[in-house]
């Protein structure tokens, strides 16, 4: 009898402790920020980033896919980019060669539309920048290397050999 009763009264048991320790409040752990679903009004000269930042280097996503799970990775990050560039190309440079004799707009002009365009940008990683070049009239994407090297590290991230 004693042991029935033991066995009987061990899952009330279990479930008081369980209890207990969900009454203890949990440590708060501040939320991750992410770039995901943000836009960015951001737009740099590249002449400026030539200058100022020369060890920056121009990256282009590409949708490389071998496998169901990496084509989904990897069209997540290359589509976006590719919609923006597009957008602008259309919106801005095209529009503003019309108007002005096939000319390239200026990065002053190209950067009050991407101040003025609704949506903006889809925002890049911290160390991803765009940058307009005014000879050309293309919207390129920039990445800062040691930037990017240094959250890697801090995260536990293995860092690329480029």
């Known amino acids: 009898m004693p042991r029935?009763?033991?066995?009987?009264?061990?899952?009330?048991?279990?479930?008081?402790?369980?209890?207990?320790?969900?009454?203890?409040?949990?440590?708060?752990?501040?939320?991750k920020?992410?770039?995901?679903g943000k836009f960015t009004r951001e737009i740099l000269d590249l002449k400026q980033v030539r200058k100022d930042h020369p060890?920056?280097?121009?990256?282009?996503?590409?949708f490389q896919?071998?496998?169901p799970v990496s084509t989904s990775l990897s069209a997540s990050q290359s589509m976006p980019w590719d919609i923006a560039k597009m957008t602008f190309q259309r919106n801005c440079v095209d529009f503003y060669k019309v108007q002005?004799?096939?000319?390239?707009?200026?990065?002053?002009?190209?950067?009050?539309?991407?101040?003025?365009?609704?949506?903006?940008?889809?925002?890049?990683?911290?160390?991803?920048?765009?940058?307009?070049?005014?000879?050309?009239?293309?919207?390129?994407?920039?990445?800062?290397k040691e930037h990017r090297n240094r959250e890697y590290k801090e995260y536990g991230i293995p860092i690329p050999e480029d």
Request: charged share 30%; proline share 11%; glycine share 2%.
């Open 55 to 62: 060890d920056w280097v121009e990256i282009d996503p590409e």
């Open 33 to 36: 920020e992410t770039h995901v």
């Open 100 to 144: 002005n004799d096939d000319q390239v707009p200026p990065y002053s002009v190209a950067k009050k539309f991407v101040e003025q365009e609704s949506a903006g940008l889809p925002a890049r990683r911290p160390y991803e920048h765009y940058v307009y070049d005014d000879s050309t009239g293309a919207l390129l994407l920039y990445l800062d």
């Open 65 to 67: 896919a071998s496998d």
């Open 4 to 31: 029935s009763l033991a066995v009987l009264l061990l899952p009330f048991v279990l479930v008081a402790c369980t209890k207990l320790k969900k009454d203890e409040p949990e440590p708060e752990k501040p939320p």
